[in-house]
């Protein structure tokens, strides 16, 4: 049995991932799962691909690499009992799941920074792109295994040898599984985890820039930010973050 074929059917065998679907070129994973959805695609199926010729990242921005270098999944979510206000927590589950794969398969932790990123140090390893389809929610993810952009970091790199995407698969999917359907749980792991918290940053929104100290991940995966000058904290639901450097006021850590 092929590493791809064992991965499906112990997967199909412990979780909720019993239909992996596996393409050595498509345009996009995402956008493969959306018209899945419109046309009632069950809760968790999944589409992982060698290499998508039209990937894309938050903000319309493209997501390239080499056939073969990255894990390169979509994950088709039915989040019964989740209020669409909350749905932040998809993407903050997967977030912590991957995380805790590399941790499990690779040995280290890279940092999670919201709203979508996975971080090794200052460099990206990881973007995550959530899309809301048809009463479904599509969540997917580009993580450099072998080879990434100038100034972003691979999986190899990170854990000293070659990382396997079907291991990584594997404990990502499992790793997910036990977190979706425990909201609270999700919420409260990914605030232990967020190393947006307690940092300095810049909110690049679409009425203008904020700055501040992001002081926490609320109940909804949404991050708060006490803004520079005082005033109320602002409550940001989707914005660009930049963590910058210098001290983060007090009570707060240095930013990166």
Not at 1 to 23: K, V
Not at 114 to 125: E, I, R, S
Request: with cysteine; aromatic share 4%.
């Amino acid at each position: 049995m092929r590493p791809a074929e064992r991965t499906r059917a112990d997967l199909a065998a412990t979780t909720r991932f019993g239909d992996i679907r596996y393409f050595e070129e498509i345009d996009s994973t995402n956008r493969w799962l959306r018209e899945q959805a419109d046309a009632g695609a069950a809760d968790g199926l999944v589409v992982v691909a060698d290499h998508q010729t039209a990937g894309r990242g938050r903000l319309g921005r493209t997501w390239e690499a080499p056939p073969g270098s990255g894990l390169i999944v979509s994950v088709l979510h039915r989040p019964a009992g989740l209020p669409p206000t909350r749905y932040h927590l998809l993407t903050a589950a997967t977030g912590i799941a991957a995380r805790d794969a590399c941790l499990d398969v690779g040995g280290f932790a890279p940092d999670l920074k919201w709203p979508n990123d996975l971080l090794v140090g200052d460099a990206k390893l990881a973007g995550i792109l959530a899309e809301s389809v048809s009463g479904a929610v599509v969540v997917g993810m580009g993580l450099n295994l072998s080879d990434a952009p100038p100034g972003a970091a691979t999986a190899d790199a990170a854990a000293g040898h070659p990382v396997g995407r079907d291991e990584l698969l594997g404990a990502f999917l499992l790793r997910l599984d036990r977190l979706l359907g425990d909201w609270d749980g999700v919420a409260v792991a990914y605030r232990e985890a967020c190393a947006t918290i307690g940092r300095r940053v810049r909110v690049e929104l679409s009425g203008g820039v904020l700055t501040g100290v992001a002081t926490a991940v609320d109940d909804s995966g949404c991050l708060v930010v006490a803004p520079d000058g005082g005033g109320p904290a602002t409550v940001v639901s989707a914005g660009d973050v930049i963590h910058l450097r210098g001290a983060a006021g007090p009570g707060g850590a240095p930013g990166q």
